[in-house]
């Protein structure tokens, strides 16, 4: 899996990591945490709702986030599109700072009093929406419980949710709202779109963030160690190491019909577009004399003129159709 049509979520992974590395490089966490008491209840610094997104407080919460966005992340932008999945980082992001700062007055005599920071809260509003439309792939199980292909993720967002508690748990309650609320049609979020302005100025201005083409893959069906040990084994029967064999479709010269010889077959071509014949139809040609009149231009004609001006003169023997064909 690569980036290709996802740019949103290559530019958040890429900024959430550079952000929290130079957030630590310099010292300045204090400035990204957030608390109820004192931050915003005595110092009144409401700005912290906003930089609390920048940057994580440590390398595991970044970890985790960087995978479940590579997992699903780039799932969801794909069926989203790049526009309509910008839309909903920005409504996410507002409905979450809204909701973090009632739960954080709401619930701080029951021990709530601060919010886990980074992006974590968009990661399970994403995830919430992996949950609906990507179906799972495979199950298999363990123990007697049955998984599925997307039970890893599913995992590894627990873990995240309950690495600081009740911090992290609130933020990842948070996040599945934000993505009901999304989906759902009580207050039309779906229909948000970011403005042209914005969406030119960040394909203007921001040529890094941008998508990926997907690695192109060997169309060798086997590998080139592989088959000079396999022919040691293998004996004559084996392919030489001059032959490659592709798994690549058919090209259009391949997909080009093949041309007829005299008698109207199919010539046998040896594989580089010249034609094969074999030897008892060559000795056929010089006794029929078909090689001296193809060696000296005279035009051979096909089964549909001959069978044409045949059934228009059906007392005109072959040989003489063909004579007059040919121009003699």
């Known amino acids: 899996m690569s980036f290709e049509h996802a740019p949103i979520t290559k530019a958040m992974m890429m900024g959430s990591a550079l952000s929290s590395f130079f957030v630590g490089l310099f010292d300045v966490k204090y400035y990204f945490h957030l608390q109820l008491v004192p931050h915003i209840s005595r110092h009144h610094q409401y700005w912290r709702l906003a930089t609390q997104y920048l940057a994580f407080q440590n390398s595991s919460d970044l970890f985790l986030t960087e995978v479940l966005l590579y ?37 701080n005599r029951l021990g709530l009093n601060y919010i886990s920071t980074g992006a974590s809260v968009f990661v399970y509003s994403v995830l919430y929406q992996y949950s609906r439309l990507v179906p799972s792939v495979y199950q298999f199980r363990i123990f007697g419980f049955q998984f599925n292909n997307k039970s890893l993720n599913y ?3 627990f873990q995240l949710a309950i690495s600081r508690l009740p911090g992290s748990l609130m933020v990842a309650v948070i996040g599945v709202i934000t993505g009901q609320l999304y989906r759902s049609e009580i207050a039309n979020f779906n229909a948000y779109r970011l403005s042209p302005a914005v969406v030119t100025f960040s394909k203007r201005f921001l040529p890094l963030i941008g998508s990926l083409r997907a690695p192109r893959r060997s169309t060798r069906a086997f590998p080139e160690d592989s088959r000079s040990v ?7 029967n084996t392919l030489g190491n001059d032959e490659v064999v592709t798994t690549s479709r058919r090209t259009a010269q391949a997909n080009t019909p093949r041309s007829r010889n005299i008698d109207g077959n199919l010539d046998v071509g040896d594989g580089l577009g010249n034609p094969r014949t074999s030897v008892m139809r060559e000795w056929v040609d010089e006794l029929t004399g078909r090689t001296d009149r193809a060696n000296s231009g005279i035009r051979v004609p096909t089964e549909a003129e001959i069978s044409q001006v045949t059934s228009m003169f059906p007392t005109v023997e072959r040989e003489v159709v063909v004579g007059a064909l040919q121009g003699k």
Request: charged letters at 10%; hydrophobic letters at 60%.
């Open 71 to 107: 997992n699903f992340g780039i799932h969801i932008e794909r069926r989203f599109g790049s526009v309509k999945y910008a839309s909903f980082f920005a409504i996410t992001i507002l409905l979450a700072t809204l909701l973090e700062f009632l739960a954080l007055l709401l619930f």
């Open 155 to 157: 995992f590894l967002a």
């Open 230 to 236: 396999n022919a040691q084994f293998a004996g004559s």
